[in-house]
């Protein structure tokens, strides 16, 4: 499986912006499809994850209610629609594919199989 992820740039605070994910490849094995980032100094965090068949949502509690993870299936593609956007969302971004099964959707880096390029989200002040 291969992951393209775009849509990152500059942007204001309280601005928004929409991250896309392609997926590519044998697609038809993935369970989970997910959001980390990584801000300049820090551990890799985990921000949103779906569960491709049902459409089940998991957020981390710094972005609930301002970010929003969807997928099409019919385009292989996830999205995450950011808004009200802070300073402290700057971080590179990088979309993220499971193939194991499990209960709960991860929150774990360590559990995603396929990992994209990251697109860098700059929250100016």
């Known amino acids: 499986v291969q992951l393209q992820a775009s849509g990152g740039g500059l942007v204001q605070a309280g601005g928004s912006l929409r991250l896309s994910c392609a997926a590519s490849g044998r697609t038809f094995s993935i369970f989970d499809m997910g959001w980390f980032r990584q801000a300049p100094g820090k551990e890799r965090e985990f921000v949103a994850a779906i569960r491709w068949s049902g459409g089940t949502t998991a957020y981390a509690d710094s972005v609930k209610g301002r970010f929003t993870i969807s997928r099409d299936n019919a385009k292989s593609t996830e999205y995450l629609q950011m808004n009200s956007l802070k300073p402290e969302d700057t971080a590179v971004y990088y979309c993220?594919?499971?193939?194991?099964?499990?209960?709960?959707?991860?929150?774990?880096?360590?559990?995603?199989?396929?990992w994209g390029q990251g697109t860098l989200v700059t929250v100016s002040s």
């Open positions: 993220t594919a499971r193939r194991t099964y499990s209960t709960s959707l991860a929150r774990d880096f360590h559990e995603y199989d396929f």
